[in-house]
């Protein structure tokens, strides 16, 4: 069964950093169209950025220049690191992996709050 896990979600303060972690299994994230999406209270879930394949990475208006995304291959995880924290990015975050078709799989989640 593939299974995608986040970590690195938490409590930071306005203006602070946080880097999002993705660990796979049974999944490679290199041959996969992958990247993260969020989902704010009462709000739907929106993508935040992704990778295809060969590394070429695509943001958010609301992430350019804040956000960036990695991917490390030999570990076989994605990243997403993120500065400038405002509080509107206050969401739970998911790691996701998919085709240019879509999402098929997804991680549970990860928590992050920022405060003002």
């Known amino acids: 069964q593939k299974q995608l896990m986040e970590s690195g979600g938490g409590l930071v303060q306005e203006g602070g950093s946080l880097k999002l972690s993705c660990t796979a299994s049974?999944?490679?994230?290199?041959?996969?169209?992958s990247g993260w999406y969020r989902q704010a209270p009462g709000k739907e879930r929106e993508l935040v950025a992704h990778?295809?394949?060969?590394?070429?990475?695509a943001y958010a208006d609301s992430a350019k220049g804040r956000f960036t995304l990695s991917r490390h291959d030999d570990k076989n995880t994605l990243y997403l690191k993120m500065t400038g924290v405002k509080p509107e990015d206050t969401a739970v975050y998911f790691c996701?992996?998919?085709?240019?078709?879509?999402?098929?799989?997804w991680g549970r989640g990860t928590q992050v709050t920022v405060s003002s």
């Open positions: 990778m295809v394949t060969y590394g070429a990475t």
């Open positions: 049974r999944l490679v994230f290199a041959a996969y169209v």
């Open positions: 996701a992996a998919g085709s240019y078709e879509g999402v098929e799989y």
